[in-house]
């Protein structure tokens, strides 16, 4: 049904771009001369959209999503998981027939999860179902008992002036369903980063907090905290139904009906020490432009739960699909097309460094005197979800968005007035350096449902989605590597 709308849709979309951009009757003598004159070049517009056609037919995406999670499942950070789904990644890329293809490594500090625990003792004894944050502190392997401090929000915790030494904190601050995702932005950088941190500034011995989720199983999500080594606080979180009943304690504690809860805490990761991690980077060099670079990836680690699928076995394989189509129609674009497979996207590091993979791509080919200037970049990093619009920074040619817009219209897809802020999460150190960056909005409604979960598995991915978002990503990287767009960097 599904299918049905968007090949439909899709006609319609070509002689919209053919109203557009020029008559319909020199598109279809173009069509004509393309199978004798191959030396005759189609509009881009034309020719995206018959990418944009291809790669909706591919199942590319799906197929290489389903091979990695299914050979390596979990890629933790500096894991040895992580560095064998690289070494078979650049291995498949030689195979799709990408010009070049490395393996680039850097160092990382690597974080291992241990045992853990969290029960109520005494009165409303219970065991919860918990998992410890990123880059967290350890207990002693007997764990650590205290009293419970409960604060309803995040703020009731910054703001309160309680005595927490010798307690375990927990919070239940929910988090906020929303289609852009916006509602973990806010709790990650403050609640989870933060958090553990400021409660042992105030003597606390645990933190607890409501996983960031937007689900009520009983699964919990990690993420990274703020790494401090051996100084780090033990740090969990707890699924969405465990932080309900804490919810139901406090209720009864405040009508006098429950005394001070007591919790056993026990979490005992490991710092393991320096490691490496690497990323992967395949290129189609340009035609006439190859010093001119479009950066698409995603990142190749996953948390160690699931098998990250959704965070983010989707973005690698979407982005390396958008780009294998052009290899597969024989269509080689005029700028280089590069697709990065980041490494260790997920964890933090010593002094407040993270994205470490981000930073070594940046760091080496990002820099003056390498001959080469990133024209944009974008990563896709929020699950498989269907796009539905498409953000560019300041364009060199005010009629670039509305020419791709109207080659994305028929994938449901809406080129957005706003200029970019972002372009996902890898392409930060790219931003900081001044290129600039671009973003496909993905629906986001349901990914905080499973996001960082023993859940993240292929089974959360829908194909037909994941086809219809390497059609938005394969026409707009060819709209960019084929016409002269230059864009303005970010604002800051
Ligand atoms: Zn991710």
């Given at each position: 049904m599904r299918t049905k709308t968007v090949c439909v849709s899709a006609l319609m979309g070509l002689s919209l771009i053919a109203m557009a951009a020029s008559p319909v009757v020199a598109q279809s003598k173009a069509k004509k001369v393309e199978q004798v004159r191959p030396d005759i070049k189609l509009a881009p517009e034309v020719e995206a959209a018959k990418l944009r056609d291809a790669a909706l037919k591919s199942n590319e995406a799906y197929e290489f999503v389903s091979q990695l999670t299914t050979r390596f499942g979990a890629r933790p950070a500096g894991s040895e998981s992580e560095r064998n789904s690289a070494v078979w990644a650049a291995e498949e890329l030689k195979k799709m027939g990408f010009d070049t293809v490395r393996i680039d490594t850097f160092p990382l500090a690597l974080w291992e999860r241990g045992a853990e625990g969290l029960e109520i003792t005494g009165p409303f004894a219970q065991k919860m179902v918990v998992t410890a944050l990123g880059g967290s502190g350890a207990t002693p392997p007997e764990g650590v008992t205290g009293e419970a401090a409960i604060f309803e929000t995040y703020q009731d915790f910054t703001t309160s002036t309680a005595d927490l030494r010798g307690k375990i904190v927990v919070i239940l601050q929910p988090t906020v369903r929303t289609q852009t995702g916006v509602g973990y932005g806010v709790g990650s950088g403050s609640m989870r980063r933060q958090g553990p941190e400021s409660a042992k500034a105030r003597g606390a011995i645990g933190y607890v907090m409501r996983s960031l989720g937007t689900e009520d199983h009983r699964f919990a999500h990690t993420g990274a905290t703020r790494f401090l080594g051996d100084e780090g606080l033990p740090a969990l979180a707890i699924s969405p139904p465990d932080a309900e009943q804490f919810e139901r304690l406090l209720k009864l504690q405040r009508e006098g009906k429950a005394g001070p809860l007591r919790l056993k805490l026990l979490s005992t990761p490991k710092f393991l020490g320096n490691g490496t991690s690497q990323n992967v980077v395949a290129e189609i060099k340009?035609?006439?432009?190859?010093?001119?670079i479009i950066t698409i990836g995603g990142h190749l680690d996953s948390w160690d739960l699931g098998t990250g699928a959704i965070d983010d076995g989707a973005g690698v394989a979407i982005t390396m699909a958008a780009a294998k189509v052009m290899i597969d129609n024989k269509m080689r674009p005029e700028r280089t097309v590069r697709v990065v497979f980041w490494g260790s996207e997920e964890v933090s590091q010593p002094n407040d460094k993270g994205l470490s993979g981000a930073v070594a791509y940046a760091e080496k080919y990002a820099i003056a005197g390498s001959g080469e200037t990133h024209i944009a970049a974008a990563e896709s990093d929020f699950g498989a979800d269907v796009v539905y619009s498409l953000n560019l920074p300041k364009a060199s040619d005010e009629t670039f968005k509305a020419t791709l817009g109207n080659v994305l219209f028929p994938l449901n897809i809406y080129a957005d007035r706003a200029d970019s802020t972002g372009g996902g999460p890898d392409t930060g150190p790219l931003k900081t350096k001044g290129v600039p960056v671009f973003s496909l909005q993905q629906n986001g409604t349901d990914y905080f449902d499973v996001h960082h979960t023993v859940d993240d598995v292929l089974d959360r991915i829908d194909p037909k989605k994941m086809d219809q978002n390497v059609a938005a990503w394969a026409a707009t990287v060819w709209m960019i590597a084929n016409t002269s767009v230059t864009f303005a960097p970010n604002p800051k």
């Open positions: 340009g035609r006439t432009r190859p010093s001119e």
